[in-house]
């Protein structure tokens, strides 16, 4: 299932302003794996900031595409980046700035990276079914034939850093959601000594709460935990962020309303409470 547009995208009735579009979404795409990239650098996670690189150069080799058909009709791509319609929300972190760098994985990233890609083949697409003209549909459809072979790529990327992290799966494997939100609780409810007690005790309360409605709900949810240390397990910081990264997965899967609606309260309450965490001393 495609993650879903969050607005209406704009009418786009030249050719100018579609290529202006494409080169603006790429671009931001571009920044927003430099931004992913310079943070693992700064975390020390050379594996990660090899696989955001690579993000990068592939959105770049977009880029490229995009300035050479402009060219070859005619048109300026050096005059594209201030000149786009307004286009936003098509590129999504989806949370991966928020959350500790030992909660992602080369998956988490590819994964990403799928889904923004899925969300620019359903904007060409939209695009292509409201042209004005044959010329702006057939130039929509080709940018939306160029997203499907970008998605193509990225899931074959996705598939081999899964296996490869089935191949180094640590001892955490058969960990679950339930076990992770009562692990929270516990190391939350230990933290009293050093941080706010009514907002430490807010939050553990949150997390048991949640236990108990995954139990109600029967929500069932197996956390791709592959290449962590066990020392990360210990650091309430690390089982909240991959505690939210399984609700935002939820959130993009859920089909069921009450189930969504759970998915979403909880993955806003553990952003609020991974950023109190972060705000407390290191290593936590």
Known sequence: MMPKLTEEPPV??????????????????????????????AEGRPELVAV??????????????????????????AGFVTGAPSVSDLFDAEGADLIPAEALSAYRAFSIA????????EFWSYVAGRAPSPEIRQAAERMAGEE????????????????????DASSEAGVTLEDLE???????SGLRDIA????????????KERLGQCRDLRVVFKPNVDGFSQAAFERPAVVCGIILDCYLDLMAREK????????????????????????LPPKV
């Open 148 to 167: 499907l072979g970008h998605i193509a790529t990225l899931r074959r990327e996705r598939r081999s850093a899964f296996h490869h992290a089935r191949q």
């Open 52 to 77: 955001f690189e690579r993000l990068v150069a592939e959105e770049k080799s977009h880029l490229s595409q995009v300035a050479d058909w402009s060219r070859a009709t005619g048109l300026d791509a």
């Open 12 to 41: 786009l009735n030249t050719m100018e302003g579609l290529m202006q579009t494409a080169a603006r979404m790429e671009r931001e795409a571009i920044e927003g794996y430099e931004a992913l990239r310079d943070r693992m650098s």
């Open 196 to 207: 706010d007690a009514r907002e430490l005790t807010r939050f553990a309360d949150e997390a």
């Open 114 to 121: 799928v889904r923004n890609e899925e969300r620019a083949f």
């Open 182 to 188: 009562h692990r929270l609780h516990v190391q939350l």
């Open 256 to 279: 069921d309303e009450r189930g969504l609606v759970f998915a979403q309260e909880a993955a806003s309450q553990l952003v609020q409470c991974l950023l109190f965490l972060r705000g």
